[in-house]
């Protein structure tokens, strides 16, 4: 089972866990993704092609699951204007050994960073803009797998 969204709304990651658990393993792996205030950041504001985003999200946990023996996988993305400290993103993750769950979740942040088609802009304190571009780190990250 996979279930991907792409929402401006919160998520309660306590609830997706949950919902995921129920698909039954022994291990859940997530990861909670938050706007992290440096250099004076006031916000961040994404922007994505909805079936575009889907797709590519889609397409990253298909290979997950193709590379892990997992019970599910469910990726939550969230799209607008965020502030400091709000929920971005959720990956979770569940299989029958922790190996399998943290690995594949760890797969899915490292591709989503540098696959999946969101625009970023960073918005400051003092009300100037910038458009983020990809970090060499996070497209490493990426081809390493």
């Excluded at 279930?3 to 709304?9: D, K």
Aim: glycine share 6%; proline share 1%; aromatic share 6%.
């Amino acid at each position: 089972m996979i279930s991907i969204a792409v929402q401006e709304h919160d998520f309660d990651a306590g609830a997706e866990i949950n919902r995921l658990s129920a698909r039954g393993g022994g291990a859940i792996s997530s990861f909670v993704g938050q706007v992290r205030g440096d250099h004076k950041l006031h916000a961040l504001e994404l922007e994505h092609y909805p079936a575009m985003t889907e797709k590519a999200l889609r397409g990253i946990a298909v290979r997950a699951s193709e590379k892990w023996e997992l019970h599910g996988i469910t990726v939550v993305h969230r799209v607008g204007r965020l502030q400091l400290n709000e929920q971005i993103v959720l990956v979770c993750t569940c299989s029958d050994h922790r190996q399998n769950a943290i690995a594949a979740c760890s797969f899915i942040m490292d591709q989503l960073k540098t696959i999946a088609p969101f625009w970023k802009k960073e918005i400051f304190e003092d009300g100037s803009e910038n458009w983020v571009e990809e970090r060499q780190s996070d497209l490493q990250a990426a081809k390493d797998w």
